[in-house]
């Protein structure tokens, strides 16, 4: 059977944030999760994962269902030679532009939108850093076919 368009949007997005690696960007993500995959390794940091969240549907323009699906990407970073801080905000800004590249989704979905960022205090001993990246992307698709992306 094949993927749903959300499934093959969640596959891009993993596609996307393997791809965040240097010299293109300041830090290499080592290992991207997906949802029900917990962070078991520290030696996979920096890592995301990618938590899918409420997905809004409304059946518009006829025959199409324009959907909207909404993701936080967690990103956890460490540095020894840098701070937390900067670490953070490198992660934040190299997961953001390489999301911006293509914001259809390889052509799945009619826009990808940064809706803000959260970053979590890990106390000032912890090498360790910890973000959250909210997106939303908007696709369509077929009134009764999920599988398909309309444009």
């Known amino acids: 059977m094949p993927n749903s368009v959300r499934e093959q949007i969640e596959l891009n997005l993993k596609t996307v944030l393997e791809s965040v690696v240097t010299p ?14 917990p962070f078991t390794d520290l030696n996979t ?3 995301a994962q990618i938590l899918p969240e409420n997905e809004d549907k409304e059946p518009r323009p006829h025959p199409l269902y324009s959907c909207v699906a909404n993701y936080t990407i967690a990103l956890v970073v460490e540095s020894q030679s840098e701070t937390i801080a900067a670490a953070v905000n490198q992660i934040l800004a190299d ?15 009619t826009e ?25 992307v908007k696709y369509r698709h077929q009134h009764g076919d999920p599988f398909t992306a309309s444009p």
């Open 45 to 47: 940091i920096p890592a």
């Open 24 to 37: 293109t960007y300041g830090q290499t993500i080592r290992k991207v999760y997906r949802y029900g995959q």
């Open 95 to 109: 997961v953001e532009k390489a999301l911006m590249i293509d914001v259809t989704r390889g052509g799945l979905a």
């Open 112 to 136: 990808t939108l940064i809706r803000g960022n959260s970053v979590f205090e890990n106390g000032p001993a912890e090498p360790i850093g910890d973000c959250r990246l909210r997106i939303a």
